[in-house]
Nanobody
Framework: QVQLVESGGGLVQPGGSLRLSCKTNRISFMGWYRQAPGKQRELVATISSGGQTTYEDAVKDRFVAARDNTKNIVYLQMNNLKPEDTAVYYC??????WGQGTQVTVSS
């Protein structure tokens, strides 16, 4: 069974940066998702086991997904954060397995 532990969230001012981590017990494709209050969970980025990435338009050129397969950790570097990025962020390999998420709040 895949295990997922997200971390790295916090409170940051607009324009700031955060790096999220997703510790897992298996090297696989991984998606980063977020869920804002009152909204559906949405995909923001993906990274293949080999490191190929895709991004949704809302985060393209601001977010960067990366991974360290020696540590089984997937990262999401988030730059130039905006208030609309406020959400709980999750990683998942299959949209069926979820960790506890990590809260990101962008506010001045």
């Amino acid at each position: 069974q895949v295990q997922l532990v997200e971390s790295g969230g916090g409170l940051v001012q607009p324009g700031g940066s955060l790096r999220l981590s997703c510790k897992t017990n298996r090297i696989s494709f991984m998606g980063w998702y977020r869920q804002a209050p009152g909204k559906q969970r949405e995909l923001v980025a993906t990274i293949s086991s080999g490191g190929q990435t895709t991004y949704e338009d809302a985060v393209k050129d601001r977010f960067v997904a990366a991974r360290d397969n020696t540590k089984n950790i997937v990262y999401l570097q988030m730059n130039n954060l905006k208030p609309e990025d406020t959400a709980v962020y999750y990683c998942s390999p299959d949209r069926a397995t979820w960790g506890q998420g990590t809260q990101v709040t962008v506010s001045s």
